[in-house]
């Protein structure tokens, strides 16, 4: 389209106010131009530039009561479009990072969920371990691991010698060890 007066401009934007559909074509083909050339200087990219395009001037519609036509409506326009590049920008940089705290959230309760399940079968695979051994073995080991006693307060309890407590243990960590050590491997490698 032609250059137009400012007279020209003022009516059109009177007209535009008073939600003239009319009018609102004409200034767009007036100025599309100017906004999507100042778009691509900014964001390099035909088809960003061309969405911002239709953004502004979906913005310049929707505000359009609040235009003041006695200021520079170029200005008003151009204003607006750089205003809407760097709140989209600030948005997908907002974006980006809210996404990569997400990420590093699910990650780590992954971890977390991951770790709680290896944990869990281990504690099963040990029970399971300790549930097979030998009944005074496996007593002598719940009474020292469990309940924390000593070898002298289990041997009094059981009426046998430390030594034999302490030979009970000795296989009992030995059967658990070998029963756990392939399975840490694996989780450790």
């Not at 020209?8 to 106010?17: A, C, D, Q, S, T």
């Not at 326009?77 to 974006?95: A, D, G, M």
């Not at 307060?153 to 009992?172: F, G, N």
Request: hydrophobic share 35%; glycine share 2%; proline share 2%.
């Amino acid at each position: 389209m032609d250059p137009i007066t400012k007279q020209e401009e003022k009516e059109l934007l009177i007209r535009l106010i008073d939600d003239d559909n009319d009018a609102f074509e004409k200034i767009y083909y007036l100025y599309v131009d100017r906004v999507y050339y100042f778009s691509l200087r900014y964001l390099n990219n035909n088809e960003d530039a061309e969405e911002m395009v239709q953004e502004v001037f979906t913005k310049i519609w929707e505000s359009r009561k609040n235009i003041n036509i006695d200021l520079s409506f170029s200005g008003y326009l151009l204003t607006t479009t750089k205003n809407t590049i760097f709140n989209n920008h600030r948005k997908k940089v907002n974006h980006q990072a809210y996404c990569e705290y997400i990420i590093t959230y699910l990650q780590s309760s992954m971890q977390h969920v991951e770790d709680e399940i290896i944990y869990n079968d281990l504690m099963d695979i040990l029970n399971k371990t300790i549930a097979g051994l030998p009944p005074k073995r496996q007593e002598i080991f719940k009474l020292c691991r469990f309940q924390g006693m000593a070898y002298k307060d289990i041997s009094k309890k059981l009426s046998i010698s430390e030594k034999t407590i302490e030979t009970h243990m000795r296989l009992a960590i030995r059967d658990i060890r070998n029963r756990l050590a392939p399975i840490l491997d694996k989780i450790v490698t």
